[in-house]
């Protein structure tokens, strides 16, 4: 039995930036993963975008101060992480898409992003040669940009580490402790820990870790795919972030190539981490059409990772109800990479009873059991 002030369950950027801010305030955590290496989940697979640009103005707040610690990271944390803030465009096509992105870049304006709709004749001079006949406007934010997640996750495992977090890989965690409606500390295959706080930062295996303390955490595991190319003629010159809203398709630079992707509205929730070659035409289909050029685009790499996902596409920050000492920071839809540094400041901060700088109240989990639930619209 080893004792310590907080357990964490994940090593991806939300539970390396938790260690982090924890530890530089003296508390003593240790943080167990799964995986052989810190980040090697969700984390290390996704594409990188840190973005102003959602429907949810709790996303907003979040994404202002995240990418504000991004942008002094290298500051704060001695890690260079490679931030190009080249911006996201959001192509519309069709007026629906168009009030509702006008409808955010208003919202997003009043909490001070220098977002806004742009026409067809401005996209024409931010993006490659792109088939825009059918697209109406684009909302846009060149504060948004592209980060490498290694870089921003590594940087705060060593620094945690440095502030005395002990880091345990390669273990499942098998049991949460409880002792009545207080946690006590969590169980793996080889050891036990005792501890009054536990943080379930376990991405796409929170309902796992959740149901081991009697929780229902509605987060649900869909596996994503991403394929990068080799260089081709009229790839992007910057790392711009263009998305396709309509059908999630999107790419960005990558190398001399382009990294891009994109969801399927028949997806089903899966634990299956290896990449379905044969989505790769219906991705081509759709992005050839969009980016005629990519027709001469060879595929180098590919990879999956999952997307954690709730009901309303929002996540699941704080103490649990009923339960004294249970956290959580989990269920992110897919925008959890670009909001780790600042969820980590704020779960550290709830955890050693001091007040946020931002009231995230409205994304705990008794929230699910309302039927007025307000789903985040701008996922990717």
């Known amino acids: 039995m080893r004792t310590t002030d907080v357990v964490i369950v994940g090593a991806g950027v939300m539970g390396c930036s938790i260690a982090y801010h924890l530890a530089i305030q003296g508390t003593d955590v240790v943080v167990l993963d799964r995986l052989p290496q810190v980040g090697a989940g969700s984390t290390g697979l996704c594409s990188g975008g840190v973005r102003h640009q959602f429907s949810h103005p709790l996303n907003v707040q979040l994404s202002i101060e995240s990418i504000r610690k991004l942008a002094n990271f290298e500051d704060e944390i001695g890690q260079e992480i490679e931030f190009h803030r080249d911006g996201y465009l ?9 009030e509702n992105y006008r409808d955010a870049v208003d919202m997003q ?23 825009l006949d059918d697209v109406i406007a684009a909302a846009y934010c060149p504060h948004d940009g592209v980060v490498d997640p290694h870089g921003v ?3 705060y495992a060593r620094a945690a580490r440095k502030a005395g977090v002990q880091i345990v890989l390669d273990t499942d965690v098998t049991a949460v402790i ?10 793996t295959a080889k050891e ?8 379930n930062a376990a991405g796409p295996w929170a309902a796992t870790i959740g149901e081991m303390a009697g929780l229902s955490v509605p987060v649900q595991p869909f596996p994503r795919y991403v394929w990068v190319t080799r260089g081709f003629e009229n790839a ?5 972030m263009v998305v396709d809203a309509a059908s999630s398709f999107y790419f960005h630079r990558e190398g001399e190539g382009v990294l891009m992707g994109m ?17 790769l035409d219906r991705l081509i289909e759709v992005g050839t059409r969009r980016y005629p050029a990519l027709a001469d685009a060879s595929i180098q790499t590919a990879w999956a990772g999952l997307y954690e996902v709730t009901p309303d596409h929002n996540p699941i920050l704080g103490v649990a109800p009923n339960l004294d000492g249970y956290f959580m920071a989990t269920g992110f839809s897919g925008h959890g990479f670009m909001h780790g540094p600042i969820v980590g400041e704020i779960i550290a901060d709830q955890i050693l009873g001091r007040q946020p700088r931002i ?19 701008n996922v990717v």
């Open 90 to 98: 959001f192509l519309l096509t069709d007026n629906e898409l168009v």
């Open 359 to 377: 009231d995230v109240s409205a994304f705990g989990l008794n929230r699910f059991s309302r039927t007025d639930l307000r789903t985040e619209q």
């Open 263 to 279: 969801g399927a509205p028949d997806e089903v929730s899966s634990f299956d981490d290896h990449v379905d070659w044969s989505f």
């Open 153 to 155: 996750t590594s940087g």
């Open 178 to 187: 409880t002792n009545r409606d207080q946690v006590a500390g969590v169980e």
């Open 192 to 199: 036990m820990f005792s501890a009054p706080i536990i943080v």
């Open 236 to 240: 992007p010159s910057d790392w711009r």
């Open 109 to 131: 304006q009043k909490l001070g992003v220098e977002s806004r709709i742009v026409s067809v004749e401005e996209i024409t001079q931010l993006t490659p040669p792109l088939a």
